[in-house]
């Protein structure tokens, strides 16, 4: 019976978390910060128990789109290329 509800529990949070686009490991990383002080990638990624290389993927976030590259990504290709 306590694993079901661990098991409803965790499905309730990844639900919660997937409505906002995150991941549990996303909300690691925003816990692993919650003390607003400056961190390392190194001490970061140790406190929460995961190699460095690892958490420059969690904390790789799409760039939000400026008008230069909305204009850019928004223009017909010219003929003959470039």
Partial sequence: MIASVGNAAALAFESALAAE????RHF????GLRDGE???QQQLA???GIPASRL????SLPAAPTPATQRRLAAPPE???A
């Fill in 38 to 40: 400056e961190h390392t």
């Fill in 46 to 48: 140790s406190s929460l």
């Fill in 28 to 31: 690691a990383v925003l816990r």
């Fill in 21 to 24: 686009d995150l991941h549990p």
């Fill in 79 to 81: 003929p003959g290329g």
């Fill in 56 to 59: 420059v993927g969690l904390l």
